[in-house]
């Protein structure tokens, strides 16, 4: 794998209270991606950044957001965790647009 | 409002036969194809991409077809393998966002 990590791996946590989700890679890669899949709806973009402190809006951001403070760390905060936003969480990275984009191995979080 | 659509959602396939995969977009800056390979419980990794200045594009046993005109892509797997059985994503971007198709999952039977 690519040097990307997700933390955590698996998440359960209750409706309404804020949860961050991590993305570390070792790449020095300038683009960072964050999506969530669920069945029937395969990889919606939630944020995407393309260089520290860049950052934008993607399909599904409502709910989400983003902070990059440095090129290795792209997190991922559900300001108030609902039911809808239980998913499978994928952060992916790319050196540059239109290239490969490599996955982490996602983040599995419940909201009840 | 899916801005890359896939089908079919599942896809069974007899081993050594053609599976064949279709994507269609409608936003004219698209310009690069890729198709992702995911595996229960790991992230999508990439299989194949295009750009659309080619109308094909082969590796090994994947294909990608690309028709501009239509706005629609597919991949081709020749002669199926069990191996083969995953979800597979098509996708396309438009400079910085990477957008993705529903998934399609194949499943191969010996």
């Known amino acids: 794998d690519a040097g990307i990590t997700q933390s955590p791996r698996h998440k359960v946590t209750e409706t309404g209270t804020p949860v961050t989700l991590r993305c570390h890679q070792t790449e020095n890669h300038r683009y960072m991606y964050w999506y969530r899949q669920d069945p029937g709806h395969g990889l919606r973009l939630i944020h995407y950044s393309y260089g520290v402190k860049d950052t934008d809006k993607g399909e599904v951001s409502d709910g989400y957001s983003v902070s990059r403070s440095k090129t290795e760390d792209f997190l991922l905060t559900l300001e108030s965790a609902t039911s809808s936003q239980t998913s499978v969480y994928f952060c992916a990275i790319a050196w540059k647009e239109e290239t490969e984009a490599f996955f982490g191995q996602g983040t599995r979080l419940t909201v009840v | 409002q899916q801005q890359v659509k896939q089908s079919p959602q599942s896809l069974i396939v007899q081993k050594g036969g053609i599976s064949i995969i279709n994507c269609a977009y409608e936003n004219t800056a698209f310009d690069y194809f890729p198709w992702y390979q995911q595996f229960p419980g790991k992230g999508p990794a990439l299989l194949i991409a295009i750009r659309p200045d080619v109308s094909e594009k082969k590796e090994g046993r994947f294909t990608i077809s690309f028709n501009k005109s239509a706005k629609q892509f597919s991949l081709h797997i020749m002669d199926s393998q069990p191996g083969d059985s995953a979800t597979y994503f098509c996708?396309?971007?438009?400079?910085?966002?990477?957008?993705f198709g529903t998934g399609t999952r194949l499943q191969v039977f010996p």
């Open positions: 996708a396309a971007s438009d400079t910085d966002k990477l957008i």
